[in-house]
């Protein structure tokens, strides 16, 4: 009976017109135009959803989800010198910020220092400039680390900035063992899509796998790689291409883990990850949890983790900063909104939201104010927190949420028949893929297959007038004068003994944080402690591909 | 058979965010033209070198690190101590007054995001293009001669 209706409203359905459009996810999934108990021939509720903050996690890694406490609201900030970064995170918290995101310029993203001559131009530019501890100071100075949490986007000298913020902790009175936050700390993006790289791929993982070894015995409370698909969708790949490379990229370090010899027990509960919010509104949500039931089971079933901690897939999650457009940018605070909504409908654990300047400059108070009150008012305002997974039973997202999972177990499979992931990246698999993705979609834009409001589409002649902030040059010569100063300050006998220390240990395989720490005391620099690491362990050359 | 035109697509400096360059080099590549990439991580003076080095009619420079207005001012001099005739076009994360201001100092063009890469191939024909053609005449003229 059903089932003839529904050959009834089909029937009926085709002799209507339809929009002269594709349908299609972003990612290029078919889309039916309606989803019906069909689409789910096997949908087992306990097997596929069960129940928040249970295995497999599909609706949510807390029992209570936001209703017990909201994500937290975390802006990633960070610009000039540490004076100038210290003054905005203290503007956010005031309005109402709950977590710190440090933005480091690329200089430090790098491991040089402000007087490098490569760093020439870029210092604060992209984010704060950070040369020895003394700036780490200045960054935190009057924000308590036993009450705030502090996620910080370094991956190459991730150790060595994990060292600083235990170091400023200390000097707060806040043991290691109470510092929460998070240290992005996640290479293999970076040679996938992210491109800031020093090492090689194995010395890298060495490191990673020293941060994941100590951060157990010592910081805890620590999330010690945020596993980043955020980097990778905005390189071009698409929703997919996001899930599968980044769980492939997750996986890759609990293997590492184990075979350094750690129980994955010990240090799987505090890997964390780091999701891009697209404009798809449906396909993000439906990604978000996919991501989390195939992490919960292959980490159940192939690495027999037994705590259930190391099951569940924890998250940050921004909105696509690819997706905004320079033309029109107030359109740029709606588009943000929609993805932050599709954040939280995934069930994120914590959310930053770009400002509407961001295809001109870093944001303005302004921007970056209207940008975290966008936040605010999903929390407060529309309701969509008071339910837990509100959309989950949907045969749509059900459906879509299967489809992604199946989609994601295809690139697994490419992958693995390559060697896995740092022989793929080798061979410049991702880097293809991605590189392929983000064409296609320039080209379906320009095909106009696909829409973007003010770039094919309901276009304006008009130059936008909004305020941009700048970032003065003087900033270059004021940080340089600072390093300088640390510099003539610092015994300089003990900062040469400590960096030998830290070569040996390099070189011998011992755990190289107890030693970046002893150099963190002493004021040697950034680039000082990466250059010596840099001649045991080489530089990465990548392979060219366009 | 008119000479191709060859571009160099350079990504100076730190910044990692090379999207947008691949894409135009796909771009140019697919609109018939020559297209070197430097890579990542190239100083001004490497991407000075190589576009020499590759007889290149454009460079065009990718810049999202905030280090336009250092960058683009150090490449144009070095272009003019080597006496080098290229043009150098540019894109990236660039204000609006930025734009006025390297487009002063000598910067051909300054694609902003969203530029179609149509738009990019449009431009570079009707600006490069008829100078690359004249040239590769001269040059053929030469090569007969010699």
Known sequence: MAESRKKQWEEKYKSCPERDAKFTTISGIPLKPLYTPEDLPDFDYERDLGYPGEFPFTRGVQTTMYRGRLWTMRQFSGMGTPKDTNKRYKYLLKHGQTGLSVAFDFPTLYGRDSDDPFSHGEVGRCGVAVDTLRDMEIIFDGIPLDKISTSMTINPPAAMLLAMYIVVGEKQGVPAHLLTGTIQNDMLKEYQAQKTWIYPPEPSMRIITDILAFCSDHVPKWNTISISGYHIREAGATAVQELAFTLANGFTYVEYGIKAGLPVDKFAPRLSFFFNSHLDFFEEIAKFRAARRIWAKVMREKYKAQDPRSWLMRFHTQTAGCTLTAQQPENNIVRTAFEALAAVLGGTQSLHTNSMDETYALPTEKAVKIALRTQQLIAYETGVANVIDPLGGSYYVEYLTNEMERRAYEYFDKINALGGVLPAIEKGFFQKEIAKSAYEYQKAIEKREKYHVGINIFQEEEKPDIEILKIPPEVEEEQIKNLKQVKKERNTAKVKEKLHDLRKAAENGENLMPRILECVRAYATLGEMCNTLKEVFGVYREPIIF | ?146
Request: hydrophobic letters at 40%; proline letters at 4%; aromatic letters at 2%.
């Open chain 2, 1 to 146: 058979m008119t000479k191709k035109i060859r571009v160099l697509i350079g990504k100076p400096g730190l910044d990692g965010h090379d999207r947008g360059a691949k894409v135009v080099a796909a771009a140019l590549r697919d609109a018939g033209m020559e297209v070197i990439y430097t890579g990542l991580h190239q100083t001004c003076e490497a991407i000075v070198e190589a576009a020499i080095q590759e007889d290149v009619d454009l460079i065009g420079l990718s810049i999202l690190s905030g280090a336009h207005m250092t960058i683009f001012p150090k490449v144009l001099k070095l272009l003019k101590e080597r006496k080098a005739n290229i043009p150098v076009i540019g894109g990236g994360i660039i204000p609006q007054d930025d734009v006025k201001k390297l487009e002063k100092m000598g910067v051909k063009k300054i694609f902003g995001p969203g530029t179609p890469t149509s738009e990019i191939v449009e431009w570079i024909n009707n600006n490069i293009g008829k100078t690359v053609e004249k040239s590769s005449k001269g040059r053929k003229a030469k090569k007969v001669r010699s």
